[in-house]
């Protein structure tokens, strides 16, 4: 797959809105085939005539909060809609709940995790064993710069980013020799749906953390930049499809794209503090060790 032309069977888990209906429409325009998901189609009837009208393209039912089972059958009877199976399945679907650490329930940051984290994971389980059997594929894990970076008010969204950047990294060195491909994208800022009111829980802060505390500015600051987001979600759709296509040679090796130009700032941002501090803590991490 990688540095080739061929034609490329996808499957995209939260079709439905965002990036994920960006990059099927993006997919059937490319004359690949696409399999679009969502929890429930019959919310939007629209797309799924607009995505089966095209013969590359199929609509069906997942949810990645079912079951592994249940998830397991459902990628295999999607891995026979087109010939050659699935080539790579884009793990974009996601939840986000923000609000300060200390404001934000236990059930609610374990329904995050259940999404982001396990959902994700049983999706990559899933679909491995067809990918090792053929002997290709690609798993695409959208994540975010907040799998970088943390900011106030989002710490239990980075956290399970967090969680899904590592599986990815251990994904990636496990099946590798297995010619299976994994890339973890970082996605900044894009003009999507991601930070309307209905989209994204927010639990108020409580009196410690309201304004000018940083999690109420925090809070304002996403609130603010609904519709503003400096990221076009067309470009970068297309830039995904090169990655894993093979059409932008540069992009087939490396295991994480970070797209957006906020996102390329602020984690090199971090990379320097990270520097800086383990920098300055050479000396102290080095005397640690047994004398003799």
């Known amino acids: 797959m990688n540095g080739t032309q061929q034609k490329l069977t996808w499957l995209v888990t939260g079709s439905s809105n965002g990036i994920g209906l960006a990059l099927v429409r993006y997919i059937l325009n490319t004359g690949d085939n696409v399999i679009a998901t969502s929890r429930n189609p019959s919310k939007t009837p629209e797309l799924v005539k607009e995505v089966e009208s095209h013969l590359n393209g199929r609509w069906i039912t997942l949810d990645i909060s079912w079951p592994q089972d249940k998830i397991t059958r459902t990628i295999e009877e999607a891995d026979i809609l087109f ?3 699935i080539n790579a399945i884009v793990n974009n679907a996601t939840f986000a709940i923000a609000g300060a650490i200390e404001d934000i329930p236990e059930e609610d940051a374990k329904a995050e995790f259940d999404i982001n984290v ?14 090792r059997q053929r002997g290709r594929g690609t798993i695409v894990q959208i994540s975010s710069l907040l799998g970088l970076v943390v900011f106030p008010a989002l710490g239990i969204y980075s956290a399970s980013k967090f969680a899904l950047e590592a599986i ?10 297995f010619g299976i ?14 930070l309307a009111p209905d989209a994204m829980p927010v639990h108020e802060p409580s009196e410690p953390y309201k304004a000018p505390h940083a999690v109420a500015v925090s809070l304002q600051n996403e609130h603010n930049k609904h519709g503003k987001q400096p990221g076009d ?11 894993v296509s093979g059409r932008d040679p540069s992009l087939t090796k490396v295991l994480r794209l970070p797209l957006g130009e906020d996102c390329w700032g602020a984690t090199m941002a971090r990379v320097d503090q990270m520097r800086n501090d383990i920098d300055g803590c050479k000396e102290a991490a080095c005397s640690t060790n047994h004398s003799t």
């Open 181 to 194: 491909r994994t890339l973890i994208v970082n996605l900044g800022s894009f003009r999507t749906n991601f």
């Open 83 to 85: 010939e050659g199976g």
């Open 233 to 243: 979600p067309e470009k970068a759709v297309k830039i995904i499809h090169d990655a």
């Open 168 to 177: 990815s990294e251990a994904i990636s060195q496990e099946t590798s020799s």
């Open 118 to 131: 396990w959902g994700t994971l049983r999706v990559c389980k899933a679909i491995l064993p067809l990918m």
